[in-house]
C-alpha cells in the first residue's frame, strides 16, 4: 500500500472517533495538525470521493435538519488508518535511533 498523503490521512484520523461532515473533518484536521494541515473545500470533496470509490468512508444519515453530508469511517478504512500510522511509527523509531542517539555536538 502506498503511504497517504497528509490530507487523507487526517481525514480519516478525524473519522476514527466518529462520524463527521467535511466542514468538521477540516476543522479537525488543522486542530490536530497543529495548525499545519489546511484541507480546503475542494481537497475534501475530492478526496471524500475517491476514498468512498476505494470503501475507506461512506456516507451516513444525517439528522432531518441538518442538509451537510455526512461521513463515517468503514472497516476497510480503520484497516487503512492502522497501517498507515504503524508505518509512521515505524518511520519515527528508524529516526530516533539515528537522530536521537546524537549528542549534537560539532
Sequence with gaps: MEPLTESYFYILLC???????????????????EGRVHIG???????????????WIEECPAPDTDRRRLYTLTDKGREVLLA???RLRSLAAAAENIIGGEDNEE
Design 41 to 55: 473545500s475542494g481537497t475534501m470533496y475530492g478526496a471524500t470521493g475517491s476514498m468512498m470509490k476505494k470503501g
Design 15 to 33: 473519522l476514527y472517533r466518529g462520524p463527521s461532515h467535511g466542514y468538521g473533518i477540516m476543522q479537525d484536521a488543522l486542530r490536530l495538525s
Design 84 to 86: 498507515e500510522a504503524d
